[in-house]
C-alpha cells in the first residue's frame, strides 16, 4: 500500500515519462510550506540540465499535463521551476479511508520473509544495571518493535557480559572469602566485584589467581562453572526486574560465554585460510584497506597470553548468529565511542566470509550519551553512577507528583493510581531518550521530561487519553462511531487528515535509519494537529449526521495512530488519567 506522497510520485512520474525525461523526476514530499501547498516536486529543476531547458518551461509542460487529473484540487509553477500541489478532499478523504481499513496503518511490510537479530542493552553479570544501559536498552527495543511491524523477524539479544576475567576475579575473591559454592545475592555482588577488581589491581598474587580460576572456569571445571551459574542467575533475575519496570523485551538470553566453544575451531580455521596471522605473539585478522584514511588497527583475536578479547567474542557472536538465524541484518545498537571496534569486527566479518556482505548487512547504530545539567554523563549527586532501578524509581515518584500537580488519576484507586504513574514515568524517560536523534547526547532533566505540556511522553499520553475519552462520551450519548469509517472532509479537517496520511513515510525513515526521533517529532506534530482540529471544530455538536461520523471516524483514527507510534517506542497508554 503506498503513502499518499508515494501515490502523488506515481501521477506526476508518469507526467515526467510521457515528456521522454526519467519517472524518478516525479519525486513529490509533504511541502515544507503547508501555508503555500500541501506537496511540492522539485524535478523540474533536476530535468532542465539534462535536457538542457529553462526549468520553468519544464514545468510549465507538467503543469498543463496534470491540470484536469482528478485527484489534483491545484497544480502551480512556484519560483524557478518548482511545482507546488494540492489534492481533492475526496481523493484525500479515500486514502484516508484505505489506511484506516489496514491493519498496518498502510505500512508496507517490506520485512516479510526476513530476518533481523538486534543486539542491545549489554549488563554485565554481577553488577547492578545503571543508567549507562538506558539508552542501549530503550532505543534497542523500539527498534525491535519497528522492525517486527515491518514484518521482520526481529530477534533481541541482551548480549551480556559474563565470560573472561572479571568473572575469574569474581570467583577468586569467594573463593579468598571461604564463599566458593555457597549462594550470594545480588547485594553482595555489588560489593564483591569492586572489591575483586581492586584486590587485583593492588596484588599480583590475587590477579594470577584471577587469572587461573578464569582458566579454570573456562576449561569446564564444575565447582567454578556451579558458582558462576549461581550469580548468573541472580543477576539475570535482577535485570529482568528492570527490564520489566522499562517494558523492554529480550528474546535471547545469551552472553559471551554463549560462543566460548566456536572460538578455538573458528580462529583454526581462519589461520588455515591464512586469514588469521600471527603478529608480536597475538593472532590477528588484518583489516586494514589501501583506501583507508586514518590507522586501522587488526582485529585481536588471541593476545600474547592466549586470552580472548571482545572482539575475539563478537566475531564469533556473528558467526553463530548467521549459522542460527540466516539474518539479512545484525543490528548493533552499542554507544557511538564503541565505532571502530565495531568497524573492526564488521571487517573482518566480510573479509573471513563469516558474513558476506550480500548475504547479511551488519550496523552499528550508535547512540551519544545521556548528561547531566552541567553537560558530562549523568551521575548522582553524589557523584557515583546511578542505579537504573533508583532512576526509574525517581522517574515514578516524579510521576506522582505531576499527576497530583495536574489533578488527574484522583478518582482512582491506589493500584490504578500507581498503574498510571509508572506508565507516565516510563513515557517521560523513553520519549525524553528517544525524541533525539540517537547519535546526539542530550541533558537528563526530570523536571522538564515529566510535564504534561511540551514535547513530552506525558503530554502524548494525556492526548491520546483525551481522544479516547471524548470517543467514549460520543458512545455514551448514542453517536456512531463507524466500525467501517466513511471519511468527509471539510477545510476544518483537512490539516488533520493530512497528517494522518504521512505515517507509512515517517515509518519507512524511521525503518530505513534506525532513527526513532522520526516517529517521536511525527506523533507531536499528530497531536499538535489534533489539538488544532479540536479547537476549530464541532463533534460531539456536529449537527450534519455525516459530518459527525467523519469527524468522530478521524478521531478514532488519530487515536489509533497515536497508541501505534507509542507503542512502537515502547510506551504504554493508560485508559484514562
Same mark, same amino acid.
Not at 288 to 302: F, G, S, T, V
Not at 315 to 329: H, K, Q
Given at each position: 500500500m503506498a503513502s499518499l506522497a508515494q501515490k502523488l510520485t506515481e501521477i506526476v512520474g508518469a507526467a515526467f515519462a510521457a515528456e521522454g525525461l526519467s519517472a524518478e523526476l516525479g519525486l513529490v514530499r509533504v511541502s515544507d510550506r503547508p501555508d503555500l501547498c500541501q506537496f511540492q516536486c522539485n524535478g523540474a529543476m533536476a530535468a532542465a540540465k539534462a535536457a538542457k531547458k529553462n526549468p520553468r518551461e519544464i514545468a510549465q509542460t507538467l503543469v498543463q499535463a496534470l491540470q484536469d487529473h482528478p485527484a489534483l484540487a491545484r497544480i502551480e509553477i512556484a519560483g524557478p521551476g518548482f511545482i507546488n500541489l494540492d489534492v481533492t478532499d475526496a481523493f484525500l478523504a479515500a486514502h484516508i479511508k484505505s489506511n484506516a481499513d489496514s491493519d498496518t496503518l498502510g505500512v508496507e511490510p517490506v520485512g516479510a520473509g526476513r530476518t533481523i537479530v538486534l543486539d542491545y542493552g549489554g549488563p554485565n553479570i554481577a553488577k547492578p544495571m545503571h543508567v549507562g544501559h538506558l539508552r542501549s536498552s530503550i532505543i534497542g527495543d523500539s527498534l525491535r518493535r519497528i522492525c517486527a511491524f515491518a514484518g521482520y523477524r526481529a530477534i533481541g539479544d541482551v548480549h551480556m557480559g559474563d565470560w573472561g576475567t572479571p568473572m575469574g576475579q569474581i570467583l577468586s575473591e569467594l573463593e579468598a572469602r571461604g564463599r566458593l559454592g555457597q549462594p550470594v545475592t545480588m547485594d553482595e555482588l555489588e560489593e564483591i566485584y569492586p572489591a575483586a577488581s581492586r584486590a587485583c589491581k593492588e596484588d599480583e598474587n590475587r590477579a594470577e589467581q584471577a587469572r587461573a580460576a578464569t582458566v579454570k572456569l573456562q576449561d569446564g571445571d564444575p565447582v567454578y562453572r556451579a558458582a558462576w551459574q549461581q550469580f548468573i542467575d541472580v543477576s539475570i533475575a535482577g535485570m529482568k526486574e528492570n527490564f520489566d519496570a522499562l517494558g523492554v523485551h529480550f528474546d535471547l538470553w545469551k552472553g559471551e560465554s554463549d560462543v566460548h566453544e566456536r572460538i578455538a575451531p573458528m580462529v583454526e580455521t581462519l589461520k588455515t585460510a591464512g586469514l588469521a596471522v600471527e603478529s608480536e605473539g597475538a593472532v590477528v585478522v588484518?583489516?586494514?584497506?589501501?583506501?583507508?584514511?586514518?590507522?586501522? $588497527?587488526?582485529? +585481536? %583475536? @588471541?593476545?600474547? #597470553?592466549?586470552?580472548?578479547?571482545?572482539?575475539?567474542?563478537?566475531?564469533?557472536?556473528? /558467526?553463530?548468529?548467521?549459522?542460527?538465524?540466516? $539474518?539479512?541484518? +545484525? %543490528? @548493533?545498537?552499542? #554507544?557511538?565511542?564503541?565505532?571502530?571496534?565495531?568497524?573492526?569486527?564488521?571487517?573482518? /566479518?566480510?573479509?573471513?566470509?563469516?558474513?558476506?556482505?550480500?548475504?547479511?548487512?551488519?550496523?552499528?547504530?550508535?547512540?551519544?550519551?545521556?548528561?547531566?545539567?552541567?553537560?558530562?554523563?549523568?551521575?548522582?549527586?553524589?557523584?557515583?553512577?546511578?542505579?537504573?532501578?533508583?532512576?526509574?524509581?525517581?522517574?515514578?515518584?516524579?510521576?506522582?507528583?505531576?499527576?497530583?500537580?495536574?489533578?488527574?488519576?484522583a478518582d482512582m484507586d491506589q493500584a490504578e493510581r500507581d498503574d498510571v504513574a509508572h506508565k507516565v514515568a516510563v513515557a517521560a524517560l523513553k520519549f525524553a531518550d528517544l525524541h533525539n536523534n540517537r547519535v546526539a547526547d542530550y541533558v537528563f532533566d526530570i523536571d522538564r521530561m515529566t510535564r504534561f505540556e511540551g514535547k513530552t511522553g506525558p503530554y502524548l499520553l494525556y492526548q491520546a487519553v483525551r481522544i479516547n475519552s471524548l470517543l467514549n462520551k460520543a458512545k455514551g450519548a448514542g453517536l456512531d462511531v463507524p466500525e467501517n469509517p466513511t471519511f468527509a472532509i471539510k477545510a476544518e479537517d483537512r490539516a488533520l487528515a493530512l497528517a494522518l496520511a504521512e505515517f507509512p513515510d515517517h515509518f519507512r525513515l524511521a525503518l530505513e535509519n534506525y532513527t526513532p526521533h522520526v516517529l517521536c517529532d511525527y506523533a507531536y506534530k499528530l497531536a499538535q494537529d489534533f489539538s488544532s482540529f479540536y479547537g476549530a471544530c464541532h463533534i460531539l455538536s456536529e449537527e450534519d449526521e455525516q459530518l459527525r461520523a467523519s469527524r468522530l471516524s478521524l478521531c478514532a483514527l488519530t487515536y489509533r495512530q497515536l497508541v501505534l507510534i507509542l507503542g512502537l517506542l515502547g510506551i504504554q497508554v493508560p485508559a484514562r488519567m
Open positions: 588484518p583489516v586494514a584497506r589501501e583506501d583507508d584514511k586514518k590507522e586501522m $588497527p587488526p582485529l +585481536i %583475536l @588471541y593476545k600474547r #597470553d592466549g586470552a580472548v578479547m571482545y572482539g575475539t567474542t563478537d566475531l564469533a557472536t556473528v /558467526a553463530d548468529r548467521v549459522e542460527a538465524f540466516s $539474518p539479512a541484518a +545484525i %543490528l @548493533y545498537v552499542v #554507544d557511538q565511542r564503541q565505532s571502530l571496534h565495531f568497524e573492526q569486527v564488521f571487517r573482518a /566479518a566480510r573479509v573471513t566470509a563469516i558474513a558476506p556482505e550480500e548475504q547479511v548487512e551488519l550496523t552499528h547504530a550508535g547512540f551519544g550519551t545521556m548528561n547531566g545539567q552541567d553537560g558530562k554523563p549523568f551521575k548522582t549527586r553524589a557523584g557515583g553512577v546511578m542505579k537504573l532501578q533508583d532512576l526509574i524509581a525517581m522517574a515514578v515518584e516524579k510521576a506522582q507528583a505531576r499527576l497530583e500537580e495536574a489533578d488527574l488519576a
